[in-house]
C-alpha cells in the first residue's frame, strides 16, 4: 500500500540554523512522482519541488535543497541558513502513475518554527 | 493573474443544512480536485475530476457531492450525511491528472 511518512511532527530551530525535513514512502508501482508543499498559515499549499522516479539527481534552489534517494525510499528537505518566512507546515507528497486520477497521498506534515 | 479561487473563506453550517463551496481556475486545467484537512494532519482526496462532465469518488467522499459542468468550475456540496464536516477544504487543478496540482486559498467549514 502507499504511504507517506514524516516522522517529525515538529522541528523548532534558531535563525540561520540548517534544518532538515524528513520523508519516508511507500509504493509499489515503478512509476511514481514526489512533491514538498508549503503551508504557511494563512492555509494555501505553495508548491515547491517535483521530483519523478527515474530521475535521483538532488536539487538544489537557493537556500533549499532536496535529496532523493531510492535506495532508502526517503525524499529529504532541506533548508540552509533558515529565516523567520520559513516558519509553515511542510507536506511531503506522493503520486502513483497508475492511481486514481493522480491522487495526492499526504505525510502528516512537519511544522517548522524559525525563531529571530 | 492566472490562478485558483476559492469562496468563501469561512462558513459557518448548521447541523442538517447542505452547504456548497465554491472552486474556480483560470489556468486552462484539466483536472481539478478537492481534499479535506483535519487538524494536525495531511490532507485526504474526496473527489477528482478529469475531464468536463466526469469525476471520480476519492477516499473519502461519503456525505459529498460534486459537478463538473464547466472547466473552470468544480464546486463541492457538503450534505448533511457528512457526519463531520468540520475542516479546512482545498481544491486543487492540475493540466493532467499526472501534472503538478497547484492550490487554492483554501475553505474554513465550522458546523455550528
Known amino acids: 500500500a502507499q504511504k507517506v511518512t514524516q516522522a517529525q511532527t515538529e522541528i523548532s530551530v534558531v535563525e540561520k540554523e540548517d534544518v532538515t525535513l524528513d520523508c519516508v514512502y511507500e509504493?509499489?508501482?515503478?512509476?511514481?512522482?514526489l512533491f514538498w508543499y508549503k503551508q504557511p498559515p494563512s492555509g494555501e499549499l505553495v508548491f515547491l519541488i517535483r521530483r519523478n522516479s527515474f530521475d535521483e539527481q538532488n536539487e538544489i534552489s537557493g537556500r533549499y535543497s532536496w535529496n532523493f534517494q531510492k535506495s532508502t525510499s526517503s525524499f529529504n528537505f532541506t533548508i540552509t541558513a533558515s529565516q523567520v518566512v520559513d516558519s509553515a507546515v511542510y507536506f511531503c507528497?506522493?503520486?502513483?502513475?497508475?492511481?486514481?486520477?493522480?491522487?495526492?497521498?499526504f505525510g502528516q506534515g512537519t511544522e517548522l518554527s524559525v525563531k529571530p | 493573474d492566472g490562478g485558483i479561487t476559492q469562496s468563501p473563506k469561512y462558513l459557518f453550517r448548521k447541523e442538517g443544512q447542505n452547504v456548497t463551496l465554491s472552486c474556480e481556475q483560470n489556468l486552462n486545467h484539466d483536472a481539478m480536485y478537492w481534499y479535506r484537512q483535519d487538524p494536525g494532519q495531511g490532507l485526504r482526496l474526496i473527489y477528482y475530476?478529469?475531464?468536463?462532465?466526469?469525476?471520480q469518488k476519492g477516499d473519502i467522499a461519503e456525505g459529498y457531492s460534486v459537478s463538473r459542468e464547466k472547466k473552470e468550475s468544480f464546486p463541492l456540496t457538503v450534505t448533511s450525511a457528512q457526519k463531520n464536516p468540520t475542516a479546512f477544504y482545498l481544491c486543487?487543478?492540475?493540466?493532467?491528472?499526472?501534472?503538478?496540482?497547484?492550490f487554492g486559498p483554501g475553505t474554513r467549514l465550522t458546523v455550528l
Open positions: 486543487a487543478s492540475s493540466y493532467g491528472s499526472l501534472d503538478t496540482q497547484y
Open positions: 475530476s478529469q475531464i468536463v462532465n466526469d469525476f
Open positions: 507528497a506522493l503520486s502513483e502513475y497508475y492511481n486514481q486520477g493522480g491522487k495526492l497521498i
Open positions: 509504493t509499489r508501482d515503478t512509476t511514481y512522482y
